[in-house]
């Protein structure tokens, strides 16, 4: 090889190094370059693919008269035509609401409850009420109508009416009919879209809603202050979303909340009183006009009734089970032909009709009575005024499930028995010597007073559930109403009244009542009664509940409320008064070897605040010094024989097949 072939080598040998670290530099930096997170971000745009899907979601915001929009979404089957709308107001997200699963199929996406009316084609469509979630506007807790209470041009009924308005005009696959149904607060929403109501809409359905705020639903019952409740105002108040749970500091919430003293206290430990809503319950105690005016019952009680209804409630719900009842007894005069006002009472706790209903504690019910419910009751009553379906099942005036019998009952005409104005009137159980209880009328004299008596301690009240106590855990809140009351039933500031064992069965349907002779050594005091059924010694299908007692209808009174809802009083103090107030209805057989008991106490804490048992002005403000012991006595002489009034009946109609 000569020399100029060995050069030129030499050259190509130290020049391909070069080119190739040239070459490898420039690409290696544009790798680098591409790779380097700095330069461009990895967050993109995905548009999801729904050509599997068998629904569209459409997501709205309507305009209210008064400019504000409300973030609505709808959920419509594809392909759909001639469709139903089912619109339901909510405080609790409309997005959450339609997005429960990942899924492409529109039974996945919505809640349990819907199923039967996805699967039917029903447009779904769920709205957040002014100030929530994603809708414009100011949100006040159950916004009252336009009036003394409300001085906007909105409310609920309006933003009803106005939604839909939009929908029937801007959803061509409508047939231009439109139901609403909700449960708890979206119950209430479905209660106000009563009043005054869009012609459009045809049915409505409010499931446990809330009705009257201070006589017997979420706040307050017949004057003594639901404490739980408190926790929704964090919750639901101290944010357009989802706000804080409370912080309440101890496992024992019967604990924490006596160490606060007052329910005022326990808003200052928590912080809650640092929200709007708080300083509306605290400077509202009694029955004034700002309750009395918003009472939904009274309020469509007053007003023609043109929308089939079917108001649902359950006989164990801890939260709400006052309004629907009421809210139908209202509305009962105004429906002659026995055809708009509808009443379905199931085995259920709070909101339980629209999950699963086979049990409630440790209670098994025959079935799914919740799905029963929502198949062969609300979704017939729909569809025959929603598709026009006269072929859908007719339903009965009243639906009530018999939880003795274990069995769905159907009426023309309920309750079987009350006070005034029924086949049958209320049959009074009285309070017996030696702890008994008897139909028979005790006598003019007896050689112990003719009462029992107690020592109630505003320090040692009586706790509602076992302690440690924990409302907040919805798996003891949920069914809490069910649970054994031989938790108590043996306490010295208990009295507890038993008949002897049943030899037959006694069956009640209809609203108990109490008609109690008591006094106190203070001036004023709480009194609270419960009608129990308890099981025999030994159960054999169930041996846990062998001398089960269960809590058939228990209510609580304040008894500065004992003249005037609206004006307190003192009580006098040693002086026997009488008291008169409605037990939660009920629908239920006490069964041969059952006995049925009464339980009367003065605390039921920390489900309620304490009755200072000393009278002040407003016992959300009690201070520690208020609180004193006191003596209370229950009577039981002819002319001051404390009793339960029974809607006992013969016997009820069997469930039709």
Not at 128 to 134: E, L, Q
Not at 301 to 325: H, K, N
Not at 343 to 352: A, C, K
Not at 421 to 445: I, N, T, V
Request: aromatic share 12%; proline share 8%; hydrophobic share 35%.
């Amino acid at each position: 090889m000569s020399g100029r072939q060995l050069r030129r080598l030499d050259i190509a040998a130290r020049t391909v190094p070069l080119l190739l670290f040239i070459a490898a530099l420039i690409f290696g930096v544009g790798r680098a370059q591409s790779a380097d997170p700095s330069s461009t971000s990895d967050i993109g745009t995905l548009v999801q693919p729904t050509g599997a899907f068998d629904f569209e979601r459409r997501t709205v915001e309507i305009p209210m008269r008064d400019g504000v929009r409300l973030h609505t979404v709808l959920i419509i089957p594809k392909g759909g035509r001639d469709a139903p709308i089912l619109l339901t107001r909510t405080p609790y997200g409309a997005d959450s609401r339609t997005s429960r699963n990942a899924s492409p199929r529109r039974a996945m996406v919505l809640p349990r409850g819907d199923q039967l009316f996805t699967d039917d084609g029903y447009i779904r469509v769920y709205q957040d009420i002014r100030g929530k979630y994603g809708s414009q506007g100011d949100f006040k807790v159950t916004r009252p109508l336009r009036g003394a209470l409300n001085d906007t041009i909105t409310d609920e009924s309006t933003d009803a009416w106005d939604t839909i308005e939009w929908l029937i005009h801007h959803v061509p696959e409508s047939n231009g009919r439109v139901g609403m149904m909700g449960s708890s607060y979206d119950g209430f929403t479905t209660a106000m879209a009563l009043v005054a109501p869009h012609p459009a809409l045809k049915v409505a359905a409010p499931l446990h809603p809330m009705i009257d705020g201070w006589m017997g639903d979420d706040w307050f019952h017949n004057g003594a202050f639901r404490q739980p409740t408190l926790g929704y105002l964090p919750f639901g108040t101290a944010a357009k979303g989802t706000g804080p749970s409370t912080v309440r500091g101890r496992w024992d919430e019967y604990e924490a909340y006596l160490r606060a003293g007052s329910a005022s206290g326990w808003a200052d430990h928590t912080g809650i009183a640092q929200l709007p809503y708080w300083k509306t319950l605290s400077s509202h105690p009694a029955y004034d006009r700002f309750w009395s005016e918003q009472a939904l019952d009274k309020i469509l009680g007053r007003q023609p009734l043109s929308v089939p209804t079917l108001w649902t409630a359950g006989f164990w719900d801890q939260e709400d089970i006052y309004g629907a009842i009421h809210a139908w007894a209202a509305l009962e005069q105004q429906d002659e032909a026995n055809d708009r006002n509808y009443l379905v009472i199931g085995p259920w706790r709070h909101s339980q009709s629209t999950g699963e209903g086979r049990t409630l504690g440790p209670f098994n019910w025959e079935g799914d009575t919740a799905l029963q419910f929502r198949r062969d009751i609300l979704k017939p009553f729909f569809d025959r005024y929603l598709k026009n379906d006269t072929s859908a099942a007719t339903i009965s005036p009243v639906t009530l499930y018999n939880s003795g019998d274990n069995r769905w009952e159907r009426f023309n005409r309920w309750p079987l028995a009350c006070q005034s104005g029924c086949a049958a009137p209320l049959r009074p159980l009285y309070l017996q010597p030696a702890f008994g209880l008897s139909f028979d009328e005790p006598s003019a004299k007896t050689g112990d007073g003719g009462f029992d008596s107690y020592i109630s301690d505003p320090a040692k009240p009586v706790p509602f559930i076992p302690r440690p106590s924990r409302a907040s855990d919805s798996d003891v809140w949920a069914p809490w109403l069910v649970s054994d009351q031989r938790s108590v039933a043996d306490r010295p500031d208990v009295l507890t009244y038993v008949t002897p064992v049943l030899t037959e069965p006694l069956r009640i349907s209809g609203t108990p009542a109490v008609d109690l002779w008591a006094s106190t050594s203070g001036t004023d005091s709480d009194w609270v009664v419960k009608l129990i059924d308890v099981f025999p010694d030994e159960v054999p299908d169930q041996p846990q509940l062998g001398g089960y007692q269960l809590g058939v209808s228990m209510e609580i009174f304040r008894g500065r409320y004992r003249e005037s809802f609206a004006q307190p009083r003192p009580l006098t103090s040693n002086v026997p008064l009488r008291y008169r107030f409605d037990l939660p209805s009920a629908n239920h057989v006490f069964l041969p070897g059952h006995r049925i008991m009464v339980q009367i106490q003065s605390s039921w804490f920390p489900l309620y605040d304490r009755n200072p048992q000393r009278y002040v002005d407003n016992i959300f403000f009690a201070k520690p010094g208020d609180f004193r012991r006191a003596e209370q006595r229950v009577f039981r002489l002819k002319g001051q024989a404390s009793s339960i009034l029974l809607p006992v009946v013969a016997d009820s109609p069997r469930a039709e097949p």
